[in-house]
């Protein structure tokens, strides 16, 4: 969900940057995003999608994040005395160490020495879709009964 309107889903196209977190977006900007992430005054912290939708979002996200598999209650109950600002930082961790991997991964691919070999993938992409529309389309022709063109 949406980290600035939480009853929001997490959208490329919301019109502020602060309400996602890119895979591609540094360790220090999933940092500042979490910490500007809309929460409540409330004390503790609860799971409650219902009554306190930006601190669920801040557990569900550190659940899906989270090595150990543990469900967004778990991680409330380990996390009650925790402040707010502990918790956000306690989440932006897991949330950079989860997508490590794939950042060294995006990191490598996307250096511009590689650029020919993504430009080969999405030919050979390409190409197979062409293949599979093209079987399709004859299949369609064949039951509307136009016959090959």
Known sequence: MSLKEPLLKMS?????PRSRILLNDSSETIQMKIRAALTDSVEGIS?????????????TL????????????QIAMESQALSMRAFKEEVATT??????DIKVKYDYYIHPTRKQYLLDVAALGNHKARLMAEETM????????????
């Not at 949330?95 to 490590?100: E, N």
Request: hydrophobic share 35%; proline share 6%; net charge neutral.
């Open 12 to 16: 490329k196209s919301h019109v502020d």
């Open 47 to 59: 799971y409650s999608p219902t009554n306190r939708p930006g601190v669920s979002n801040l557990l």
């Open 62 to 73: 550190r659940a899906c994040m989270d090595e150990n598999a543990i469900s967004e209650e």
């Open 95 to 100: 949330i950079i160490k989860g997508i490590r």
């Open 138 to 149: 004859a299949q369609v022709r064949d039951m509307v009964g136009t016959g090959p063109l």
